[in-house]
């Protein structure tokens, strides 16, 4: 079984300083973990994922997030806000399935950013 | 830049009509998935297809029924709407590849609201 938490629903910042959105998952195998980003009356677009190698990993917009196993967590970060950044984000998890196979995606329930000027 | 495009955006219906939301993606990939999302809580699998003729129910039940005659087209179709199908509807796809890592491509999302 897997799933994801995303602690706090709303998160506000202001302009130029640091974004935190936290995510903590548990996965039964190694996971693959991915952030994804909704601005509104649109879609998801992805940010960032994680499957293997590097625990560190950079996305668009000047996101990163770093995948720790023994907390398992991935949280994403930014140095300075943007207005710009203002959007919800998802944190997602599956695993590693056979080619062809179904891969089950669990969401979080999102973070919403909100940007003060 | 993903390729997937979901019409109509917003519908507005009454009570017992028949509905179909459009899904179609141009990047000829082999896994579509349609996901329900209501505010404040996780997006929720209601369908998906690994390929032509392949359909199977998600995680969440869902009234509404799937179909995939072409690769590149799933609509959604719900043959009498209430108002407890008030949602918006997000389609995605994957591709199938050996090293699948399950990325979802998504489309803009069509928002129904029923009368």
């Known amino acids: 079984a897997q799933s994801v938490t995303q602690l706090g629903s709303h998160v506000s910042v202001s302009e130029g300083a640091l974004v935190l959105l936290r995510c903590n998952y548990s996965?039964?195998?190694?996971?693959?973990l991915f952030w994804y980003v909704q601005y509104p009356n649109q879609g998801l677009q992805l940010l960032l994922k994680?499957?293997?190698?590097?625990?560190l990993v950079k996305g668009i917009n000047g996101f990163e997030a770093e995948f720790k196993k023994s907390e398992t967590s991935f949280h994403l970060t930014k140095p300075s806000a943007h207005m710009s950044d203002a959007a919800e984000y998802f944190c997602?998890?599956?695993?590693?399935?056979?080619?062809?196979?179904?891969?089950?995606?669990?969401f979080g329930i999102g973070t919403k950013l909100q940007v003060i000027p | 830049e993903a390729d997937i495009y979901q019409t109509p955006r917003y519908l507005v219906i009454g009570t017992g009509k028949k509905i179909t939301l459009e899904c179609s993606q141009t990047?000829?990939?082999?896994?579509m998935y349609w996901y329900q999302q209501d505010p404040g809580m996780e997006l929720h699998l209601i369908h998906y297809?690994?390929?032509?003729?392949?359909?199977e129910k998600g995680d969440l039940s869902s009234e509404s029924t799937v179909s995939r005659i072409r690769t590149e087209h799933f609509p959604l179709t719900l043959e009498s709407a209430r108002p407890s199908h008030t949602s918006q509807y997000l389609c995605?796809?994957?591709?199938?590849?050996?090293?699948?890592?399950?990325?979802?491509?998504f489309g803009e999302g069509s928002r129904l609201t029923v009368l």
């Open positions: 995605a796809s994957s591709q199938q590849t050996g090293f699948n890592t399950g990325e979802l491509f």
């Open positions: 996965s039964s195998v190694p996971p693959y």
């Open positions: 994680y499957t293997t190698g590097a625990t």
């Open positions: 997602a998890v599956t695993k590693r399935a056979d080619s062809g196979g179904y891969q089950k995606v669990t």
């Open positions: 990047m000829g990939h082999d896994k």
């Open positions: 297809s690994y390929g032509v003729n392949s359909t």
